[in-house]
């Protein structure tokens, strides 16, 4: 597959670049910088290319025009800017139809998470969401680099929402960008907190299997997603009054919502 030439990203394209970046602001707000590193992706259902966040720029400064446009096929060869990791999101790609978004962040509590055999509990509504959805991936701790590596990420990642890379972060995944940067922040707080419970003397309590249940139906739906992306763009745009210019790119709706 050949990279579209800049100007002539249809606007579906160049609607689903803006979320990229304001998925990767976002992320920044969260806590999941670490220089450069990590990155967001994105697909359209059907198209043989993703839109993926470039090498060369951090969560906190990516714009649209850092986002870049790479082939599916990890066959073909990859753009200069195309970041070090783009096999991992080939692979998840490919095993995973269901999947139009992917972020993998260094998130610290996500990352430290991943580095004890705790299983993730639900400690709290976050928790909800990944208990029992949730395995870690401990072939290598280092950077994903080849195809080999990271379709045994994509193995450890089965049909989950999101997989514990030992050493190194994590990877989620959702239907959408917009689902994958929620439950990247989602995955982030339950770790944090059931860390913080993790020290508290005397042990702590779960939700109910019931719970966890209603939880994910309702907390976690479709129509609370797209309500908690409003308000994570909306922090961008308080963040970075100047994202606002991006607006009426990303006003539609996503192409694979």
């Not at 707000?29 to 992706?41: A, E, M, P, W």
């Not at 991006?246 to 919502?257: H, I, K, L």
Request: glycine share 8%; net charge neutral; aromatic share 6%.
């Amino acid at each position: 597959m050949t990279a579209p030439v800049e100007a002539r990203l249809p606007p579906v394209v160049r609607k689903l670049r803006v979320q990229v970046a304001l998925a990767s602001r976002s992320l920044s707000i969260g806590g999941h910088d670490d220089f450069n590193q990590g990155q967001v992706s994105a697909r359209i259902p059907g198209a043989d290319f993703m839109l993926i966040k470039g090498a060369l720029k951090g969560f906190d400064e990516c714009i649209p025009e850092d986002v870049i446009v790479a082939s599916l096929d990890p066959k073909a060869p990859a753009p200069p800017l195309a970041p070090p990791e783009l096999p991992l999101h080939q692979a998840v790609y490919e095993a995973r139809p269901d999947v139009h978004g992917v972020v993998h962040s260094h998130a610290p509590h996500t990352l430290v998470f991943g580095a004890t055999d705790l299983p993730l509990r639900p400690v709290s509504h976050e928790g909800a969401y990944f208990e029992d959805r949730i395995d870690r991936f401990t072939m290598t701790s280092n950077t994903i680099l080849d195809m080999t590596t990271a379709r045994g990420v994509a193995d450890a990642l089965g049909d989950d929402p999101a997989v514990l890379l030992r050493n190194h972060g994590g990877v989620i995944v959702g239907k959408s960008v917009r689902h994958a940067t929620v439950h990247a922040h989602t995955l982030e707080r339950a770790c944090r907190l059931q860390l913080i419970a993790e020290r508290v003397p005397g042990g702590y309590h779960t939700s109910t299997p019931e719970d966890v249940l209603a939880k994910r139906e309702f907390i976690y739906g479709d129509l609370a997603v797209r309500s908690y992306w409003a308000h994570s763009v909306g922090r961008v745009r308080r963040t970075w009054p100047e994202t606002a210019q991006w607006a009426r790119s990303e006003r539609a709706d996503a192409p694979q919502s």
